[in-house]
């Protein structure tokens, strides 16, 4: 199979085959898979018929490759099927298997083919969107506080303006990203997760025009201090995919999240917004808006 690197000039031409995408974590979203690349590894793509088979690739080749499950708007494979092609290319590893996927067929049906294990790093928060735009309820009563507290000081002093994002922003977002990751110190390992997640941000704001992100940008007393960009994942469920605010302003982020899922994502009853990457903090920030449910990540080995 002839796997080539997945880069945002291929969206219009494999978006079809997303169409019924039934897989509900973000590591099946097009958009995802255009704009996470850099040095260190990279999605390859191989179509044949009507699917999209996809590989990921590392430049340290004591990493072994692994794939994903194939991508049809007409079928799904079959755990023996999934065996028969990971013998056929050569590569024994899927990861982002959904639970949803091996209760489909029985643990055990698997696993008389397949080592499974949980990959917990990337289990994905599932919210409602109605709950996130609105912020109703006692649960919710912390985060209406900082609202309030963010409106009187910013909203009520018409100090906030908040835009469509678009190409001509990205100037103005990368350098607020640099500002992010500054704060973060996401720069000193290119390789940990929110270095790599910096380079995807980049991605998708230099190749905007050719992709189907929508996003928002927050400018606070004229500068750009929060953007979000979100995307099609599913029928009824959208991807939050990245979301930076300046942690040092107190609200904003709350106020970034209201408007995401008010402004993003009309038309969807459910937003993923991601995994926590076994990164504590922000494990409890995903906690703290009390997601409906985790769609739960597995690795498949063979045996």
């Keep these: 199979m002839n796997f080539k690197p997945l880069r945002p000039v291929d969206y ?3 978006k079809p085959l997303f169409s019924t995408m039934p897989y509900e974590l973000c590591a099946y979203s097009l958009n995802s898979m255009m704009v996470w690349h850099n040095n260190s590894y990279s999605p390859h793509g191989a179509v044949h018929d009507d699917t999209l088979f996809v590989c990921v690739q590392f430049a340290d080749k004591r990493k072994p490759p692994y794939l994903v499950l194939p991508i049809s708007p007409n079928r799904e ?7 028969e092609l990971a013998n056929k290319i050569g590569i024994g590893k899927f990861h982002f298997i959904p639970k949803a996927y091996i209760a489909k067929y029985g643990r055990d049906r698997i696993a008389s083919l397949f080592s499974v294990r949980a990959h917990t790093e990337y289990h994905d928060y599932v919210y409602l969107t109605q709950d996130l735009a609105t912020l109703k309820g006692n649960k919710y009563s912390k985060k209406r506080n900082l609202l309030n507290q963010f409106n009187k000081e910013y909203i009520r002093r018409n100090r906030v303006e908040i835009q469509d994002l678009n190409r001509e922003h990205a100037p103005e ?6 500002e992010w990751c500054i704060q973060r110190d996401c720069g000193r ?10 380079r995807a941000v980049e991605n998708s704001l230099n190749y905007w025009n050719l992709l189907g992100f929508r996003g928002i940008v927050v400018r606070v007393d004229g500068k750009v201090r929060a953007f979000a960009i979100g995307s099609h994942l599913t029928a009824n469920m959208g991807n939050l995919n990245f979301e930076k605010a300046d942690a040092d302003i107190k609200g904003l982020y709350q106020y970034l999240d209201r408007e995401c899922a008010a402004r993003l994502f009309e038309g969807y009853e459910f937003i993923n917004k991601e995994s926590d990457m076994n990164l504590p903090g922000l494990a409890q920030a995903k906690q703290s808006y009390y997601p409906v449910r985790m769609v739960h990540s597995y ?3 063979l045996r």
């Design 189 to 198: 390992d290119v390789d940990d997760d929110l270095s790599c997640e910096k």
């Design 77 to 83: 494979y079959s755990p023996e099927e999934l065996a």
């Design 173 to 178: 977002c990368l350098e607020f990203l640099d």
């Design 12 to 14: 219009e031409r494999i």
């Design 299 to 301: 690795k498949l080995i």
